[in-house]
């Protein structure tokens, strides 16, 4: 006993000496990737390909793979190819944590591309604004963020309804009942979708949120039957989104008279829920594999042939991730030319990519451009109705693109400028997430 | 808030209950006879949506045949997993829980494997697709279909249980394993059949979820903590299992009419705990061995 | 003298069954009595009811001046009943040492005995039981290994560990040999000196041999009490085992 | 006499051999990822540890030890985004979206660091010790109690999910800014951090190394074994389980507290039941009858998790499931009782062959460790 308690406080003495130890309290070093003459330019995808995530998020590591092999192709970035350095995340936001540290200081990526929840993106900012590192976030999401370490290629919450809910108003009628998924995406979206709604003349009957991943939809749809809207509006997401649609027609509603309006059903919920149900909903979206232009048609071919294309069809996630790999092409191009190869950091790509357009020649949806401001995209939305074979017939699309705006709905928060959010005191806050 | 509504949310809850029943109802056969907590209870009834699919699929099977077929592909499983893990756990119930944690695991991952992890689609009748109205209330024929396929079911159980020789036998293992094998009772032969039987129960309810809701290797996680509350709820009897989810069916559709679909689910479970807590045994205890 | 043990119209019922119907029992300290009387007389049962594992239904129960009527078991072990129970009921993982440490209970607080890592007098006290239950040579061994014989050894020695001032015994010999049974009840008649005892017992040859006092249990009542020989020759006794005996 | 794997000062001196180990990486590793990672592990070896000594020993299992670190872990966080607010900034960003213009009351302790640090720690305490008393009392044991727990913290996933003006929802929180302690900033990448995790790792283990070996931790072994048989010794059953279920909390909240500091992030997702249920797993690998092994059992699965996880991508689960499989099958106390069998093999033999060397010091049989 005598010895084990000697042996013990050994180890505390030790443990303590090498706390004294003056340089172990320094912070650990700041990152500093750079590019090395003669190797790839290494990114990290950060995506589930196991888990309940991996069913939109497996489908945008393909598609990354698509482009950068398309890029290397073409000749790399500045001549250098690019090498993705794939991670699983398990759908477990713990292990995204722990895989965006590991894809950066052990990796040493330039960039990161990844997730598809704010969720896990929350899970990861953290560590990605410590190591000052750069995020691609390919997808729609809810705004109210002014971090100088992402670029989001998908529409913002203001971007999304817009153009959706007058159109809604106008051919279906004035009443509407919002139904999402409870978490913020949804919540924030909804209150866009207020917006919108005000000023086309609707008015809201209700609104309804549900478990993420439930799939009982008989209490909402009963609270939908007894307001008689005219037609839904849903951010419902994911597995649930399926169930909702699939309820929505065994329950007896008619899409007729009261259709489902959407930002999120699109090719692939459409193909797993079978097509007669989701023939004649609404969907807002960038974009839809059916845009009849010929960047897209050589998108959606060269994508199906390849080895990529397995899953059968490209939807508007897929090609605003497909979009994120030109613009890191297009800013680590500019950066490199305005800081020199040798210097190019993550941070430098990020400052370097404000304004970058993808042309009509390279960009499925048509032209998109990062705003210089908040380094989100300016796009045009498009409705596309659901069709009885699962594809969208595209209904309007906007005449031009629209400004990203993080905080539309909160203009007392102030604005997003490249350095961090501005208040209405005229401090400018970095990093507010 | 008028009358109508609420009758239709009271009428929405057998339903709601049926669903949670029909989920509950193979963990409930397989928990109050042999004591095992099978984790793995939501992943047999993924298995069972993915038979459907695979039967409707490949062989172009009706839909209404590949209800039955399932319950006799997932019974088969079952009987596997029995024979080959389940048998050598029985007097470690909380090892069971861990080994079929794991079993739910490789379950999970090879459906994934085999059928990739986008959803499938099961296609059902389009009767199927169409409500029934009475007027004042308001049920979707499918929904009707399940609470059918589950009454069936609960009523069929009765009769295996409590009307035949194998269910005499099945109670005299659960009351007294030891007195059983000394009439002559194979109590491990009793404890596979009802594995079996338990898992096909679970093959039944994929088939119907999997035109309820959706076909995916994760979807069997979501049913397996509620199934497993209702059982326990219940005290692993039958009748336990049906008031329970009757109750809870009733209560989450009531609550959710009031106030909204996630705060009726944590009162669910603070009543559940609170439940627990002045009977911890269950609505109606299974008078088996205990000390 | 005053009775250690005093239990005044016990009754208990399950559902519509009464199994103790208005029984009464004085035990006096430094006695030992023996509780004797057919299957299902509820002899185990009382013993339940005066630990506290279930609660009667009526009547009272006074344990050294203090009412002990449905209190919770550990309380009543405290006040100082030990009970050996009729399925031998040792802790089969732990060692035989660790059974009987666990049973030297005189810290029962779960504060104080987290820090409390040695017991004074403990190893005095757990020789002396070893020896006396012949395990002196078997403390390091998992308890669910020791023969049934042992086993009831390990638990009387536990109940002796806890040093009670009433000592319930259920059953006590059943399985030991002969010479074990003589142990037993030399045992016994030396634990009459700083203890009571109630034993259940079947075995008349050893009641004859160690009871001060028998009492006789029939259909949850007490039927006669008294010494051995009284006992004996009342004819009511004698209708209750001979009446069994022809059932058998 | 016997096994040395139960002899206790060999015990001690393996614990001892595992933090010199443990303490020596910072000194001689300059790898901060590897720190950080490592620092989580540690995080998670604390939550096996609790799990083990909650169910190893105490025979509670508890599927609901998310609980414990779910909360600890948003006291942390919301400690650590109060820290990152000011006079003109008052109220975390999350809350203006969800239209809340004051710092709610829940918030208004965790302006303060201090009052933050002992809320997170008192308040799953405190649960524990409330929702285990009430429990334990009522002798709700066993698989029951465990169902109870799951269903405890179903409710709490929930609730946190739902009120989303206070807990952020499902994206939950995330501290813009690393953790600062008396005017230091720990760098979640420094050997700083590291060192603090090791910090609570070792306290923990040591403490709970004392309560099994102290007459506490015989009660509670004696419980596991038969209840029933203890309260007629005298002990108070519900009392037993009440403190060493707390004890556990209050590890699992510090590990939550750690974990936080070092992801700088909490969401619903650390109160996921899956989550709960790979702690129990952990400990049920290593072996939950013994701490250390319970710690590796963490170490084992996280780090093969970690490494192997990306090679065997496509079939990873099924090499983790199939483990669990055959660990649970043939090694019901887990990997420590290889160790365990292995040494007590080796003392068998070595008692043939050198006939009887009979000692009779301290070496005590613990078959529990």
């Not at chain 1, 052990?106 to 896990?120: D, H, M, N, P, Q």
């Not at chain 2, 005299?172 to 039987?197: C, P």
């Not at chain 3, 050294?64 to 802790?91: C, M, N, S, W, Y």
């Amino acid at each position: 006993m005598q010895f084990t308690r000697r042996n013990l406080l050994k180890t505390t003495a030790a443990a303590s000496v090498a706390i004294a130890a003056p340089h172990l309290w320094l912070p650990s070093e700041a990152h500093a990737a750079t590019l090395k003459k003669g190797e790839p330019i290494k990114v990290g995808l950060l995506f589930s390909l196991t888990g309940a995530l991996a069913v939109p998020e497996e489908d945008s590591t393909l598609v990354l793979q698509y482009a950068f092999d398309e890029i290397n192709k073409n000749g790399g970035v500045n001549g250098v190819p690019v090498e993705p350095v794939i991670v699983d995340a398990k759908s477990d936001f713990n292990v995204y944590s722990e895989k965006t540290k590991e894809l950066i200081l052990r990796e040493k990526v330039i960039a990161l591309f990844g997730c598809y929840t704010s969720a896990s993106r929350k899970a990861i900012l953290p560590t990605v604004m410590q190591r000052d590192h750069l995020l691609y976030y390919p997808t729609c999401y809810e705004g109210a963020e002014c971090t100088q370490n992402t670029i989001c290629t998908g529409p913002l919450a203001n971007q999304h309804s817009q153009d959706l809910i007058p159109f809604m108003v106008e051919k279906f009628g004035k009443k509407v009942f919002f139904v999402g998924s409870n978490y913020v995406w949804p919540k924030e979206s909804n209150k866009n979708a207020k917006v919108w709604l005000e000023k086309a003349g609707g008015e809201l009957l209700g609104e309804e949120y549900i478990p993420l991943g439930s799939s009982e939809f008989g209490p909402v749809l009963g609270k939908i039957r007894d307001a008689k809207p005219d037609f839904i509006f849903s951010t419902v997401v994911g597995a649930s989104d399926i169930a909702f649609h699939k309820q929505f027609k065994q329950e007896g509603f008619k899409v007729d008279s009261m259709p489902i309006a959407s930002l999120t059903t699109g090719e692939i919920e459409t193909r797993a829920m079978g097509a007669d149900f989701g023939a004649g909903h609404f969907l807002s979206a960038p974009y839809f594999q059916t845009l009849d232009n010929p960047t897209n048609q050589k998108f959606v071919e060269g994508f199906l042939k390849s080895k990529y294309g397995k899953n059968g069809t490209t939807h508007y996630n897929m090609e605003e991730t497909y979009l994120s790999a030109y613009v890191f092409k297009a800013g680590l191009e500019k950066a490199a030319a305005a800081v020199g190869v040798e210097n190019v950091t993550p941070r430098s790509i990020r400052d370097n990519s404000g304004g970058i357009r993808i042309e009509d020649a390279v960009s499925p949806e048509g032209l998109i451009w990062i705003d210089e401001n908040n380094f989100n995209t300016w796009l045009k939305p498009k409705i596309g109705q659901c069709q009885a074979d699962g594809t969208f017939k595209i209904v309007k699309a906007a005449d031009k693109q629209v400004a990203p705006d993080p905080y539309s709905i909160y203009p007392d928060a102030g604005t997003c400028t490249k350095d961090g959010l501005k208040g209405p005191d005229g401090k400018v806050r970095k990093n507010v997430i | 808030m008028d009358l109508g509504s609420l009758l239709n949310a009271l009428i929405l809850g057998v339903s709601i209950a049926s669903i949670w029943l029909i989920a509950a109802l193979g963990l409930t056969i397989i928990y109050g006879t042999a004591g095992v907590i099978n984790m793995a209870h939501g992943e047999l009834i993924m298995l069972g949506a993915y038979s459907s699919y695979m039967l409707q699929f490949y062989l172009g099977l009706p839909y209404l045949l590949c209800i039955p077929a399932s319950f006799f592909i997932v019974a088969f499983v079952g009987l596997v997993l029995e024979r080959g893990l389940i048998r050598y756990l029985y007097n470690r119930p909380l090892d069971t829980l861990l080994a079929t944690y794991g079993v739910s695991l490789v379950l999970m991952q090879g459906v994934r494997l085999i059928f990739g992890s986008d959803p499938k689609y099961i296609a059902a009748p389009a009767a199927f697709s169409s409500n029934i109205s009475l007027g004042f209330a308001s049920i979707s024929t499918f929904r009707v279909v399940i609470l059918g396929v589950t009454a069936l079911l609960v009523f069929g159980l009765w009769l295996l249980f409590y009307k035949t020789r194998f269910g005499v036998q099945v109670r005299a293992v659960m009351q007294n394993k030891e007195m059983a094998a000394s009439f002559g009772i194979n109590s491990g032969r009793i404890y596979m059949l009802t594995f079996a039987l338990g898992a096909g129960l679970a093959g039944v309810a994929g088939s119907l979820f999997g035109v309820l809701a959706i076909v995916l290797p994760t979807m069997g996680a979501s049913y397996v903590v509620q199934a497993f509350l209702m059982v326990v709820v219940g005290g692993g009897s039958l009748a336990g299992s049906v008031a329970a989810s009757g109750a809870t069916g009733e209560l989450q559709s009531v609550l959710a009419f009031f106030t909204n679909d996630t705060f009726a689910r944590f009162i669910i479970f603070v009543l559940i705990v609170v439940f627990l807590r002045f009977r911890p045994q269950g609505l109606f205890a299974q008078a088996g061995a205990r000390r | 003298m005053a009775g250690l043990l005093e239990i005044h119209n016990l009754s208990k019922s399950f559902d519509a069954t009464k199994v103790i119907n208005d029984f009464s029992l004085e035990v006096v300290e430094g006695t030992l009595c023996c509780l004797v009387g057919p299957n299902g007389a509820g002899k185990t049962t009382t013993l339940d009811l005066i630990t506290g594992r279930i609660k009667p239904t009526s009547g009272k129960i006074i344990f050294a001046g203090e009412d002990i009527t449905a209190k919770h078991e550990h309380v009543i072990a405290r006040a100082g009943i030990g009970r050996k129970f009729q399925v031998p009921a040792v802790l089969r993982d732990l060692t035989v040492r660790q059974n009987l440490e666990v049973s030297y209970s005189r810290q029962t607080n779960p504060f104080w005995n987290l820090f409390k890592f040695r017991n004074a007098g403990l190893k005095e006290k757990l020789d002396e039981i070893a020896t006396l239950a012949g395990l002196k040579d078997r403390l390091g061994e998992r308890a669910g290994i020791l023969s049934h014989g042992e086993t009831q050894w390990l638990e009387i020695g536990m109940v002796l560990m806890q040093e009670p001032r009433l000592l319930l015994m259920d059953e006590p010999i059943a399985g030991m040999t002969e010479g074990e049974i003589e142990k037993t009840a030399r045992i016994f008649k030396d634990l009459r000196k700083t203890a009571t005892l109630i034993v259940v017992e079947h075995d008349m040859g050893f009641v004859r041999e160690i009871a001060d006092v028998v009492t006789v249990m029939h259909m949850g009542s007490l039927l006669a009490q008294g010494t051995i020989k009284q006992v004996e020759s009342d004819p009511r006794v004698r209708d209750v085992y001979l009446g069994e005996q022809e059932a058998a | 006499m016997g096994n040395i794997y139960h002899n206790k000062t060999a015990q001690w001196i393996v614990y001892a051999v595992f933090f010199a180990i443990l303490a020596v990486i910072p000194i001689k590793i300059d790898d901060s990822f590897l720190l950080n990672q490592l620092a989580t592990y540690g995080v998670y070896g604390m939550l096996a540890l609790s799990i083990s000594l909650c169910w190893g020993f105490g025979g509670i299992l508890n599927l609901g030890q998310g609980i414990a670190f779910g909360l600890g872990a948003y006291g942390m966080a919301m400690t650590m985004q109060m820290q990152s607010q000011d006079a003109s900034n008052p109220i975390p960003p999350f809350m203006l979206n969800n239209s809340l213009d004051h710092l709610p009351l829940l918030w208004q302790p965790f302006q303060n660091t201090t009052a933050g640090l002992i809320l997170s720690v008192a308040v799953p305490t405190l649960f524990c010790a409330v929702f285990g008393g009430i429990m334990f009392r009522a002798r709700v044991s066993g698989p029951f109690f465990a169902i109870m727990t799951l269903a405890m913290l179903s409710a709490f996933y929930t609730i946190i999910i739902d009120r989303q003006p206070y807990t952020g929802g499902v994206n939950g929180l995330t501290p813009p800014s690393a953790f600062q302690f008396a005017g230091v900033e720990v760098d979640p990448y420094s050997p700083t951090a590291y060192w603090v995790v090791f910090c609570f790792l070792m306290g923990a283990t040591v403490v709970a190394k004392l309560i099994t070996q102290s007459s506490f931790g015989l009660v509670t072994q004696a419980i596991r074994d038969d209840a029933e048989r203890v309260r007629f010794l005298g002990y108070s059953v519900a009392g037993y389980e009440t403190v060493i279920y707390t004890v556990a909390g209050l590890i699992a909240a510090i590990a939550g507290c750690c974990w936080v500091m070092l992801v700088q992030y909490v969401s619903p997702a650390q109160l996921d039941v899956s989550f709960s249920l790979s702690m129990v797993i952990w400990a049920a690998i290593g072996g939950r009858h013994s701490l250390l092994g319970s710690i590796f059992g963490a170490f084992i699965i996280q780090g093969a998790q970690s490494y192997l996880g990306d090679t065997f991508l496509a079939t990873w689960l099924l090499i983790l499931g199939g483990f669990f499989i055959i660990v649970v099958r043939f090694l019901p106390n887990g990997l420590a009782s290889l160790l365990e069998s292995g040494l007590g093999l080796l003392a068998a033999k070595r008692r043939s062959s050198s006939a009887a060397v009979e000692r009779n010091g301290d070496a005590n049989p613990m078959p529990a460790e």
